[in-house]
């Protein structure tokens, strides 16, 4: 089978954009799950291209599914 590509594909979570971890810079909320640059951006987050890092994380309330918040 050739599924093993589809291993390194990923998705923003937000907007199901396709994420090129070689081409696209993404913010990682958890190992797999991942915003866009765009939604990461829109959500608050800080991008400095000098240090390579997100020096201001996006808000990612309500992005994960969390069991102990089911009121
Ligand atoms: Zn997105």
Redesign the pocket.
Known sequence: MADEELDDVLT?V??K?LLDPDAQRGYAIEEDVL??A??AARRGGVYDEARDEWTTPPDVTGLLADPDTDD
């Open positions: 923003c937000q907007c954009a915003l866009c765009a939604c």
